[in-house]
């Protein structure tokens, strides 16, 4: 192994290192108002509607996939497509979670601003509990990071990861409290791996 090829080598190691430190911080720091998103999502009547712009977005199409695929009906709603009609995807009854790391995203605003005035509550997950976002929701979630895993310490890395298992957390903790089993979940996936397992094994049985 070349200098060079260690080098990369330890940046790589270095990187996983730096999000499982981000990890293990955001685990030792969750606390009532997390059971307090999981019990509104549980009390909602209606769709759970994620946002989020670039790669917050990118996250949150990924957190309303898994929530829709483990008995939690979410869809992602673009912010800026949300300033041009589709506000009205948001109906009575909807919970609306906002994912921004800096919790100032102008693109946001609009939605925030008609959740409010409609009265659907608002679970923000950002970096700053002073921020904007943090002050107009109803529940804060969390996510600051003391350094992005990048060598720049710019891009979005560690604090996508934090938003990615924040998510997943919320995820998991629905599934226990609905009594999610894995036959639900192959009744929602009949295209997929799991429903053949599942099938075999029964046919076996």
Do not use: W
């Not at 990187?15 to 009532?32: A, F, G, H, K, V």
């Not at 008995?71 to 919970?95: N, W, Y």
């Not at 939605?111 to 002050?135: C, D, E, F, H, Q």
Request: with cysteine.
């Amino acid at each position: 192994m070349t200098p060079q090829q260690k080098e990369l080598l330890e940046i790589g190691r270095k990187s996983l290192r730096n999000e499982i430190s981000t990890l293990e911080r955001i685990e030792s720091t969750l606390d009532t108002s997390f059971i307090q998103a999981v019990e509104m999502i549980l009390e909602c009547r209606g769709k759970i509607i994620l946002t989020g712009m670039g790669k917050s977005g990118h996250i949150a199409r990924k957190i309303a996939a898994t929530l829709t695929s483990t008995g939690t009906p979410a869809l992602f709603l673009h912010p800026a497509e949300a300033s041009h009609g589709d506000l009205g995807i948001i109906a009575a009854g909807d919970v609306v979670v906002v994912l921004s790391y800096s919790g100032e995203t102008n693109e946001l605003r609009d939605v925030v601003t008609y959740a409010t005035k409609n009265n659907n509550p608002i679970i923000a997950i950002t970096g700053s509990a002073t921020s904007s976002l943090a002050k107009h929701a109803n529940i804060h979630l969390d996510i600051m990071v003391t350094q992005e895993d990048c060598v720049l310490n710019i891009v979005p890395t560690s604090s996508t990861t934090a938003q990615l298992a924040l998510g997943d957390a919320l995820a998991s903790s629905l599934m226990y409290a609905r009594s999610f089993r894995a036959e639900d979940f192959a009744h929602l996936h009949p295209g997929g791996y799991i429903e053949r397992r599942m099938s075999l094994k029964e046919n076996n049985e």
